[in-house]
């Protein structure tokens, strides 16, 4: 008697044979099928989405893609279905499908599974490859949801490359959406490559090009033009565009971009000569912000053009105390003895110089080593100091190495070998699971097989009898069909998996070495331009020094000549504090200034000031109060 496994054997390759073999067409699609007519076009029947790669992603689907792989497609999506079952559907149906659409839709499929398993890396490529094909209406709700898709990759992995050949034709595509949600899919891949091209410095036809797609889309717009017109220091238009983006309502992808905009904002202000303004925007960039400590630095200097020397010098301590002192801030010392000088607080000023030399001595000889070893070729790499100082275990002085982690190039970068070591565990947990979907679809099909046989055979001799086959026993025919021929796609996309995972892994080596690199360009690029910076504030400071003590001179001869100002400037002191006492908060002490000298404290609009007496104006009010006496 033949064994259960026999008989499932058998089964196997009789119903395989008989229905569609190792290379007949999926069900429900033919080897005939023919192209998407005029009329499936114009009757709205274009496959296309409007939610690529979410949870609630829904399909119109022409009749070109069948109903069950689609149906596959929302299991897999909802967790029914194992992605790597998906990628053996959506390969079969890219195979043997001959509709153009159907074809485009097994492409979708397989990058969609693909980015379902979290292998981001190669359903960008996957992604890429299909919306790089040249544009046709009948497949571009196809490319339109793979671009949707792309969206979210870049969002999340910044530093993945976009298909150069989509760019090229995105007019094309903006000419055939018509919907809000298509067009905003087009608006969002069009400030990816914007952002992307103003990084790498690409020509200005270009960023100008991918500037243009924007035309139409809002605050979107805004915020490109703003961007690209600081960029080429019209600050005019820059200001007028960014405040229009900031007054509006962000769409969802530009939100992690707002600070940045601010911080743009009051730069341009800035450079325009409102300092004013630039001021409450430097403001509004909030403490949890990683341009904090540049907007609190930048504050000060505008403060110190608008003549609020106490709210400069207060913001330059602020940079002075608590974590603020790991940031690398050098201007705002300067700033601080520079605003001492101006109110003629020559002790205090000479002691802000004096910090600006034992913070930044360390910071400088760093730095000093590491510019002349690049200049010798000879310059270590960054990237692992730069590491090391997130474990906490670097050599380097955390002024520097914590301007290296706040790189906004570093942190992509690294986000993006985290993701080569997470895609790694990924594909061992797909080849796992397709394993375990292998077994178990064996395991159903020989069980199925098993409690039909007697049924079948049952129904056979009766057939022979001149009865029909009973409609029940077709089915379960049926059924046993669609499993088996499951399985043999599975089996037959096993080495093609295999295939794909192993060109990937032979990327992650290039892929990570070429990341490395752009780190450590961008930290020497860092690193030499504090340099540069430092070495300019030690020449000014050369030159501040000389003229505080030129003031300091002045002033010790005046003092001698009026004896009695001391005394009548501490009553101005009394007096000028019992005006503003009641709206003020002790912020701490200065760490310099004689006592109740020093007192600063941060007013409700998040500014610090500085409680210190202001000594030039004094002196006219001493001589004024003199010349009233008289």
């Given at each position: 008697?033949?064994?259960?496994?026999?008989?499932?054997?058998?089964?196997?390759?009789?119903?395989?044979?008989?229905?569609?073999?190792?290379?007949?067409?999926?069900e429900?699609?033919?080897?005939?099928?023919?192209?998407?007519?005029?009329?499936?076009?114009?009757?709205?029947?274009?496959?296309?989405?409007?939610?690529?790669?979410?949870?609630?992603e829904n399909?119109?689907?022409?009749?070109?893609?069948?109903?069950?792989?689609y149906?596959?497609?929302?299991?897999?999506?909802?967790?029914?279905?194992?992605?790597?079952?998906?990628?053996?559907?959506?390969?079969?149906?890219?195979?043997?499908?001959?509709?153009?659409?159907?074809?485009?839709?097994?492409?979708?499929?397989?990058?969609?599974?693909?980015?379902?398993?979290?292998?981001?890396?190669?359903?960008?490529?996957?992604?890429?490859?299909?919306?790089?094909?040249?544009?046709t209406?009948?497949?571009?709700?196809?490319?339109?949801?793979?671009?949707?898709?792309?969206?979210?990759?870049s969002?999340?992995?910044?530093?993945?490359?976009?298909?150069?050949?989509?760019?090229?034709?995105?007019?094309?595509?903006?000419?055939?959406?018509?919907?809000?949600?298509?067009?905003?899919?087009?608006?969002?891949?069009?400030?990816?490559?914007?952002?992307?091209?103003?990084?790498e410095?690409?020509?200005?036809?270009?960023?100008?090009?991918?500037?243009?797609?924007?035309?139409?889309?809002?605050?979107?717009?805004?915020?490109?033009?703003?961007?690209?017109?600081?960029?080429?220091?019209?600050?005019?238009?820059?200001?007028?565009?960014?405040?229009?983006?900031?007054?509006?309502?962000?769409?969802?992808i530009?939100?992690?971009?707002?600070?940045?905009?601010?911080?743009?904002?009051?730069?341009?202000?800035?450079?325009?000569?409102?300092?004013?303004?630039?001021?409450?925007?430097?403001?509004?960039?909030?403490?949890?912000?990683?341009?904090?400590?540049?907007?609190?630095?930048?504050?000060?200097?505008?403060?110190?053009?608008n003549?609020?020397?106490?709210?400069a010098?207060g913001?330059?301590?602020?940079?002075?105390?608590?974590g603020?002192?790991?940031?690398?801030?050098?201007?705002?010392?300067?700033?601080?003895?520079?605003?001492?000088?101006?109110?003629?607080?020559?002790?205090?000023?000479?002691?802000?110089?004096?910090?600006?030399?034992?913070?930044y001595?360390?910071v400088?000889?760093w730095?000093?080593?590491?510019?002349?070893?690049?200049?010798?070729?000879?310059?270590?790499?960054?990237?692992?100091?730069?590491?090391?100082?997130?474990k906490?275990?670097?050599?380097?002085?955390?002024?520097?190495?914590?301007?290296?982690?706040?790189?906004?190039?570093?942190?992509?970068?690294?986000?993006?070998?985290?993701?080569?070591?997470?895609?790694?565990?990924?594909?061992?947990?797909?080849?796992?699971?397709?394993?375990?979907?292998?077994?178990?679809?064996?395991?159903?099909?020989?069980?199925?097989?098993?409690?039909?046989?007697?049924?079948y055979?049952?129904?056979?001799?009766?057939?022979?009898?001149?009865?029909?086959?009973?409609?029940?026993i077709?089915?379960?025919?049926?059924?046993?069909?669609?499993?088996?021929?499951?399985?043999?796609?599975?089996?037959?996309?096993?080495?093609?998996?295999?295939?794909?995972?192993?060109?990937?892994?032979?990327?992650?080596?290039?892929?990570?070495?070429?990341?490395?690199?752009?780190?450590?360009l961008?930290?020497t690029?860092?690193?030499?331009?504090?340099?540069?910076?430092?070495?300019?504030?030690?020449?000014n400071?050369?030159?501040?020094?000389?003229?505080?003590?030129?003031?300091?001179?002045?002033?010790?001869?005046?003092?001698?000549?009026?004896?009695?100002?001391?005394?009548?400037?501490?009553?101005?002191?009394?007096?000028e504090?019992?005006?503003?006492?009641?709206?003020?908060?002790?912020?701490?002490?200065?760490p310099?200034?004689?006592?109740?000298?020093?007192?600063?404290?941060?007013?409700?609009?998040?500014?610090?000031?500085?409680?210190?007496?202001?000594?030039?104006?004094?002196?006219?009010?001493?001589?004024?109060?003199?010349?009233?006496?008289?």
């Open positions: 008697m033949k064994s259960p496994t026999f008989f499932f054997i058998s089964v196997l390759g009789l119903l395989a044979a008989l229905s569609y073999g190792r290379a007949a067409p999926p429900g699609v033919s080897a005939e099928s023919p192209p998407a007519t005029a009329a499936t076009l114009e009757t709205g029947t274009l496959t296309k989405t409007d939610a690529a790669c979410a949870r609630n399909w119109t689907v022409s009749p070109e893609v069948p109903k069950e792989v149906e596959d497609l929302r299991k897999s999506i909802t967790g029914k279905l194992p992605p790597v079952r998906g990628f053996s559907e959506a390969l079969a149906l890219r195979r043997f499908a001959v509709a153009p659409v159907a074809k485009a839709f097994g492409e979708y499929f397989i990058s969609r599974s693909l980015y379902e398993s979290k292998l981001y890396h190669t359903a960008n490529e996957g992604f890429g490859a299909l919306v790089s094909k040249p544009f209406p009948e497949i571009a709700g196809i490319q339109l949801g793979a671009i949707e898709c792309l969206n979210k990759i969002e999340k992995f910044p530093t993945l490359k976009l298909s150069e050949a989509l760019f090229q034709q995105l007019d094309k595509f903006f000419a055939y959406a018509t919907t809000p949600k298509q067009k905003q899919v087009l608006y969002d891949i069009s400030g990816f490559y914007l952002r992307n091209f103003m990084n410095g690409r020509s200005p036809e270009e960023i100008e090009r991918a500037v243009s797609y924007l035309k139409g889309a809002g605050t979107a717009e805004a915020f490109a033009k703003g961007m690209w017109a600081a960029k080429r220091g019209r600050h005019q238009t820059a200001t007028a565009e960014l405040e229009k983006y900031l007054a509006g309502q962000d769409p969802g530009l939100k992690k971009y707002r600070d940045s905009a601010m911080m743009i904002l009051a730069r341009s202000y800035y450079a325009s000569g409102d300092f004013i303004k630039a001021a409450a925007a430097y403001k509004k960039i909030p403490k949890q912000s990683n341009m904090l400590a540049a907007s609190i630095e930048e504050l000060s200097w505008a403060h110190l053009q003549g609020q020397y106490t709210e010098v913001n330059a301590l602020a940079l002075q105390a608590g603020m002192r790991k940031t690398y801030a050098p201007e705002s010392v300067m700033v601080m003895a520079m605003a001492l000088n101006e109110i003629c607080q020559y002790p205090e000023s000479v002691k802000a110089i004096g910090s600006f030399k034992r913070n001595e360390s400088f000889r730095l000093s080593n590491f510019e002349r070893a690049h200049k010798a070729g000879s310059s270590e790499s960054l990237y692992p100091k730069a590491i090391s100082f997130v906490g275990k670097s050599d380097v002085p955390v002024r520097i190495a914590s301007e290296w982690i706040r790189s906004p190039l570093f942190t992509a970068s690294q986000d993006e070998i985290n993701l080569l070591f997470d895609e790694k565990e990924a594909a061992a947990k797909v080849e796992k699971v397709g394993g375990a979907e292998t077994r178990r679809l064996s395991t159903e099909i020989l069980n199925f097989a098993l409690a039909l046989k007697p049924k055979k049952v129904a056979k001799i009766k057939e022979t009898a001149g009865k029909p086959m009973p409609p029940a077709l089915a379960d025919v049926g059924v046993l069909r669609q499993k088996v021929v499951q399985l043999l796609r599975l089996q037959q996309a096993a080495p093609i998996w295999k295939m794909v995972m192993q060109n990937s892994k032979n990327k992650v080596g290039m892929t990570q070495r070429d990341l490395i690199a752009a780190v450590n961008d930290l690029r860092r690193s030499l331009r504090m340099m540069s910076q430092l070495d300019e504030i030690a020449e400071i050369q030159l501040i020094e000389v003229e505080i003590y030129n003031g300091a001179s002045q002033d010790i001869v005046w003092q001698n000549a009026h004896p009695d100002y001391r005394k009548v400037a501490q009553t101005m002191k009394q007096d504090k019992g005006v503003t006492q009641e709206h003020t908060w002790n912020w701490g002490r200065a310099a200034g004689e006592e109740d000298e020093g007192e600063i404290w941060e007013d409700e609009l998040d500014s610090f000031k500085v409680d210190l007496f202001d000594n030039c104006s004094s002196k006219d009010k001493f001589l004024a109060l003199r010349l009233n006496k008289r």
